[in-house]
């Protein structure tokens, strides 16, 4: 069974520019969650997906930053314009059900964002 | 809001010797606990978990019990290997509206051979 996927691995961008994530869950995940991971810390919620539904978003920087999921299989995560503090590691994961308290997350590698 | 704190790395081990990780939570639900290991190079995965209170999860010689009286779910081994060095996350989940999954900031385990 593949696991999630995620392109590309590493971006070196220009502050100010945009930016794009892909993430592919495992097939016949419906939950999937996008993450930030800051240097040294652990990873933090930006966004999570019933299907294709936005279901928590409460954390996600909604001036610059965007995502869709809109046939609740793949998604993609924006940030537009680009700020060096968004450098980090950004994390997909799924899950097969919808989101209770023991639903384990399975993780893609991260795409390791450079902002110059 | 809900929060996990785990002991600051790296952990440098010999190997054949004790691992411990500590890790305590606070959480406004009833939470379940989960331990994630990174390896270089590739994603968090799961490790093992605990549900309830008294639980002890358990996987590949790593196990950890739910401590509800001292909100802990401390990562043991009994001898490490080399091939274990890598970065633990604990983790929570809650049940409620709005869920939000709570990281630590991970622990970096070396192993020396």
């Known amino acids: 069974e593949a696991g999630v996927v995620q392109s590309p691995r590493y971006k070196i961008i220009e502050k100010k520019q945009p930016v794009a994530f892909w993430c592919n869950p495992i097939s016949g995940h419906n939950t999937l969650y996008w993450y930030r991971q800051n240097l040294g810390q652990g990873p933090e919620l930006l966004i999570r997906?019933?299907?294709?539904?936005?279901?928590?978003d409460s954390q996600l920087p909604k001036d610059r930053f965007s995502a869709e999921r809109l046939k609740g299989v793949d998604s993609t995560l924006k940030i537009q314009p680009a700020e060096l503090g968004d450098s980090a590691v950004y994390l997909c994961?799924?899950?097969?059900?919808?989101?209770?308290?023991?639903?384990?997350?399975?993780f893609g590698p991260g795409t390791r964002l450079l902002v110059l | 809001g809900d929060s996990v704190t785990q002991m600051e790395g790296p952990v440098t081990l010999s190997e054949e010797a004790f691992l411990t990780i500590n890790c305590t939570y606070t959480?406004?639900?009833?939470?379940?606990l989960f331990w994630y290991v990174q390896y270089p190079g590739e994603g968090l995965q799961l490790l093992l978990k605990a549900t309830k209170a008294d639980d002890k999860g358990s996987n590949k010689g790593f196990e950890a019990t739910y401590r509800k009286e001292t909100t802990s779910f401390h990562l043991e081994k009994g001898s490490v290997q080399v091939s274990d060095s890598a970065v633990y996350f604990c983790a929570l989940g809650t049940s409620g509206g709005s869920y939000i999954p709570t990281f630590g900031r991970g622990t970096s385990l070396i192993v020396h051979p």
């Open positions: 997906y019933e299907n294709e539904e936005a279901v928590d």
């Open positions: 959480a406004t639900g009833y939470p379940s």
């Open positions: 994961a799924s899950s097969p059900r919808p989101q209770g308290r023991q639903e384990t997350q399975y």
